[in-house]
């Protein structure tokens, strides 16, 4: 995940268009993995004190999809070593 971490969604188009499913497959961690990081810094904004608006979910909401998103993320991970698709 670390390798995407300045990623943008925008920059996962074209290999979401791929007839490759490798790529394809790049592009769905590479989303995943910009959500996750993008959520996470949310979270340690509210954890600061430093959001910039009243989140309308409860935290545990919150903390149920940054887990479920991590687990996917490990799923992706060890799938791709499993398919030998290069992350």
Known sequence: METYRQAELRDTVSLMNSTDYKERFKAEYMQVCVRY???????????????????????????????????????????????????
Not at 59 to 76: E, K, T, V
């Open 37 to 87: 990081q993008k959520l996470k810094a949310m979270l340690d904004k509210w954890d600061e004190g430093k959001l910039n608006f009243q989140p309308t979910c409860p935290r545990g909401i919150y903390n149920f999809q940054i887990r479920a998103m991590a687990d996917y993320i490990s799923s992706l991970e060890a799938r791709a070593a499993i398919e030998d698709i290069e992350l």
